[in-house]
């Protein structure tokens, strides 16, 4: 029995995920982008895995710079996450307004995210509609440890299964 888009989305979506911000950097570009797709993937070396859509400015960066950030935000502030699902603006100290530095990498850290992880790629697979990153972890950090990081559960926010027409 064939299984349509509908309740492959219906069903995919409700896939527990964390919820977080993606800094990347290349070539004097930088962006933050929201993502749900994220993993630990191993221990020894700690290896984290991000899927990024393909088209994404994100991507772009990510392959160019060699690395990314994940930053682990408030489940009571996700509106932030609106924000970063297009590309962000950077004035050069800001992305979307809020404030971020660089660590070990060069990517940007966010300054209020709950905890970070500064990942240098390692490998790389296309899959489609999207790559996996991983990247292992060369820096991190915790800014709160007594607050429940985000997840797409908190928000009204939607992601993978099918493409929907229209998008993308």
Known sequence: MAVDDEMLNRVTWKIPNALALVGSAAGGERNGMTTSWITQLSMEPVLIGIGVDN??????????????????????DTRTFVKFSKPAADDGETLNGRPVRTEVT?????????????CEVRFSHDFGTHTLFVGEVVGAGIRDDETRPAAMSDTRMKYGGVKRKGHG
Not at 57 to 76: P, Y
Not at 109 to 118: G, K, R, S
């Open 106 to 118: 060069g990517a940007p850290v966010f300054d209020e995210a709950i905890a970070w992880m500064d």
């Open 55 to 76: 088209a994404a400015v994100t991507h772009r960066l990510i392959a160019d710079g060699g690395s990314f950030t994940v930053n682990l935000w408030s489940s009571e």
